[in-house]
């Protein structure tokens, strides 16, 4: 990376975080030990929910919800077309067959009316993922979900520290997903967890993430026995001490990251709100918006610079852009597993040609803030001594 490039995203650690690890590299148990369970509580704590289960990163926590939920092959598993390819491999990691539902224009939130139209006799779960940060619409989920009998999964990586009708995200589904990677809302360099508010299922997890063995390394070594019975074949899953420690002290500045992400949010909101050009995806009224992502839409038509001309030239003027994502079924393995499976999810695939995730992280000032959107109108918008249709400012 250049070293002057603003990233779209970056991890904020500072003495307490490099302390916290120090502390517990220097302790007992480097792995299975006491700051896993307290990690485990304090993140129940912050998201209000009854158990969290922690394990190495959000596509093992995706994975042992499906696991936990019973999704096994001949099961399809409805997850959205626009999302991190994470969410549908999970579902072919249980043997299942994932299907694309398509996402709502203004926000990229599955579409709850398109979700029961991808229903058969095979779906097992729908999967709701939290775009940029943004609560999906939990009320019409539940509805169908309980209607179909279907279990309803969380893929809430993008949105830890949001709430839903003053819900917290982590309570709003059977089985709610986190990713505690780099760029996430806050980090455990790699790392997930799973809440649920179903203790059996809590318990599945428990084990799943440790081979499928029903007792942990420092139970025996409490109760003074070596015997173990493994139940099901889990996998190594697990979250180390030394990252749990980092993800404590990292949980104590989660409200402040979530104010800070608001803010800037905020101020690109305003910058922006008079161009006619970049339009930013909708944040709705009964939902707050844990602003992991700020995506715009750039409605350049088909006269203006394409939003990969946008993209190139923002990242040549050292603005780290970066586009979430393309949609799920258009990578070579999903068209292999699906078929092709084009124009049934018409909004995933027209936002794909137009969406741009501006730079957003605690940290980013409003210096910074404006240089982005300075530059990026500048591109959009380029002044009279550029050719028209170039796209590109002279220089
Ligand atoms: C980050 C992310 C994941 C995967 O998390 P990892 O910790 O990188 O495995 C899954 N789904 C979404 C939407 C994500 O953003």
Redesign the pocket.
């Known amino acids: 990376m250049r070293p002057n490039m603003l990233p779209y995203s970056k991890q904020i650690i500072d003495d307490n975080d490099i302390r916290a690890v120090v502390d517990a590299l220097e302790s007992k148990w480097l792995t299975t030990g006491p700051m896993v369970e307290l990690f485990e509580v304090m993140f129940c704590e912050a998201t209000g929910s009854a158990n969290a289960v922690a394990v190495s ?6 994975h042992a919800a499906m696991f936990a939920a019973g999704i096994g092959p001949d099961d399809e598993v409805i997850v959205p077309a626009i ?2 390819v ?2 549908a491999n999970a579902a072919v990691y249980c043997g299942a067959t994932p299907v694309f539902a398509d996402v709502c224009k203004d926000t990229l939130l599955i579409d709850p009316k398109d979700v029961v139209r991808k229903i058969t006799d095979q779906t097992r779960a729908i999967v709701a ?1 939290d ?1 940029g940060g943004q609560p999906c619409d939990y009320r019409a989920l539940r509805e169908i979900a309980d209607r179909h009998g279907l279990v309803l999964i969380a ?1 809430a ?2 949105s830890l520290g949001a709430t839903y009708h003053g819900n917290q995200v982590g309570t709003l589904a059977d089985l709610n ?1 986190f ?3 780099a ?2 809302q806050i980090t455990t360099g ?3 967890v799973v809440t649920t508010h179903d203790s059996d299922l809590a318990a599945a997890m428990r084990q799943f993430r440790n081979h499928g063995i029903d007792s942990d390394h420092r139970t025996r070594s409490r109760k003074n026995t070596h015997a173990y019975q493994m139940q099901t074949p889990g996998f190594n899953y697990r979250l180390t001490d030394f990252q749990c420690a980092l993800g404590l002290s990292q949980l104590q500045k989660l409200e402040s990251f979530t104010a800070w992400r608001q803010q800037v949010a905020g101020l690109y909101d305003e910058l922006l709100t008079s161009h006619p050009l970049i339009v930013p995806l909708t944040s709705l009224s009964d939902r707050s918006n844990a602003r ?1 992502l700020y995506v715009v839409r750039c409605e350049t038509g088909d006269a203006g610079p394409s939003r990969d001309a946008i993209f190139d030239q923002m990242r040549r003027l050292d603005i780290g852009v970066n586009v979430h994502y393309q949609p799920v079924f258009q990578h070579p393995f999903y068209q292999r597993l699906c078929g092709n499976i084009d124009h049934q999810c018409p909004n995933a695939e027209a936002a794909y040609e137009t969406i741009l995730s501006l730079p957003v992280f605690p940290t980013l000032d409003e210096n910074q803030v404006k240089r982005v959107v300075a530059t990026l109108a500048d591109i959009v918008l380029p002044s009279k001594t550029v050719q028209r249709n170039s796209g590109l400012i002279a220089g």
């Open positions: 990163s959000g596509t093992a926590a995706l999302t991190f994470a969410t993922m775009y893929d990586c993008h997903c990713s505690l990677h760029v996430k790699e790392g997930g992991h």
